[in-house]
């Protein structure tokens, strides 16, 4: 009897023992689980943190990159502008020999005057300066002078993009077409041209002999052909086979022949019934050998059909690279692009910034405190 009250009490101190050591390990437990909380936080944390500064160090990376690459482009294209106004500035040795760094007013007009900068412009760019100009006086006039060229939408553009390319006889719509063409297809871009140059045989097989040259697909008839019916056919199928851009080619004309005008009228007419709003740019290409005179085109051609963006060319060709100054400022329509020679890749894009630079680099030496 004493016996089993004995092993009892043994078993309830047993228990109470085991009780305790469960309860501590269930606090061991607890301890452990919290501990490992607190661990996994702090490594959550850690990560959290790293993490966040690989992505601080990733976007300073990326905007290092970025500005590089900004920096970089601006400098190609600055070259680019260099080699297009190479005999504009070839010009001005005969009145500014050796580049300096503080210009007499005098020889800034002529320079202007032998850029082919028209007359009105000039006298808007030399008012309020005195008898010796700096090149950051002289640029701060001058790209204001392409401040008025409206933006261009760049984003959510309609599929098709449809391009109608307008201007006079040999101002070179044919190769700069060839030029745009190249440029949307190395931009992954599905490209299709229109042979709308019905008026010669000749001029459809000129854009035909580019489209297999650049393997681009082409829409073309027969020559005397109706020039607005291959506009509407190249537009359908452009919509039925899914083409981002469509570029139409028309006939060199004179703003004066009215039977030519009326062509061209029927011909923004039929594109906007194969599409709603095509052509969604009128692009006028100006011959930039003609200089100033080609302003005169341009304006007539607005008030015909209303351009929307203006292409010159032939600017390798030309001392009057300072025409594109009157262009911007009296017309108000955007000049695009520059085209600087005969190959699918002479076409650059138009950058006040470069085109100025470029002008400056003839006359001015680079000093520090003006470089932009
Ligand atoms: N140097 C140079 N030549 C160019 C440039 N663009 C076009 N040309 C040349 O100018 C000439 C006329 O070019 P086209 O493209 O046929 O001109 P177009 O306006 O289509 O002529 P039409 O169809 O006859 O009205 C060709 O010999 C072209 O190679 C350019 O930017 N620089
Ligand atoms: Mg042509």
Request: hydrophobic share 40%; glycine share 6%.
């Amino acid at each position: 009897m004493f016996s089993f009250f004995k092993k009892k009490e043994k078993n309830n101190e047993k228990n109470e023992e085991l009780q305790v050591l469960s309860s501590k390990n269930e606090k061991n437990k607890e301890e452990i689980e919290v501990e490992k909380e607190v661990e996994q936080n702090i490594s959550h944390a850690n990560i959290k943190e790293t993490k966040e500064d690989l992505r601080t160090d990733d976007k300073t990376v990326n905007e290092a990159i970025k500005s590089t690459k900004e920096r970089d482009e601006k400098e190609i294209q600055k070259n680019f502008f260099s080699r297009a106004l190479e005999k504009t500035v070839s010009n001005f040795s005969s009145i500014i020999p050796k580049k300096k760094e503080i210009i007499f007013f005098n020889e800034i007009e002529d320079v202007l005057i032998e850029a082919d900068m028209e007359y009105e412009v000039i006298e808007q760019v030399m008012e309020g300066f005195e008898n010796f100009i700096s090149r950051k006086q002289l640029r701060e006039k001058l790209i204001p002078l392409f401040a008025d060229m409206p933006k261009i939408e760049e984003e959510n553009l309609p599929k098709p993009f449809v391009q109608l390319i307008i201007g006079v006889n040999g101002a070179g719509k044919t190769t700069t077409i060839a030029k745009l063409a190249n440029r949307y297809k190395s931009m992954n871009k599905k490209v299709l041209l229109g042979a709308g140059d019905t008026f010669r045989a000749a001029a459809i097989e000129q854009l035909s002999t580019w489209a297999s040259k650049l393997d681009i697909a082409i829409i073309k008839t027969k020559q005397g052909h109706d020039a607005s019916a291959v506009a509407y056919d190249t537009i359908s199928s452009g919509i039925a086979k899914d083409f981002d851009n469509v570029i139409i080619d028309t006939a060199g004309r004179l703003q004066t022949q009215t039977n030519l005008s009326n062509e061209l009228k029927k011909i923004v007419k039929v594109c906007s019934k194969a599409q709603e709003n095509a052509p969604h740019q009128k692009l006028m290409i100006l011959d930039g050998t003609q200089g100033n005179s080609a302003i005169a085109q341009a304006k007539a051609f607005h008030e015909m059909i209303g351009i929307d963006g203006i292409i010159v060319t032939k600017l390798d060709g030309t001392a009057k690279g300072g025409a594109l100054f009157s262009i911007a400022s009296q017309l108000k329509i955007p000049i695009l692009y520059v085209g600087i020679g005969e190959k699918a890749t002479d076409l650059i894009e138009f950058s006040a910034d470069a085109f100025v630079d470029s002008l400056l680099d003839g006359i001015f030496t680079k000093d520090l405190e003006d470089k932009n």
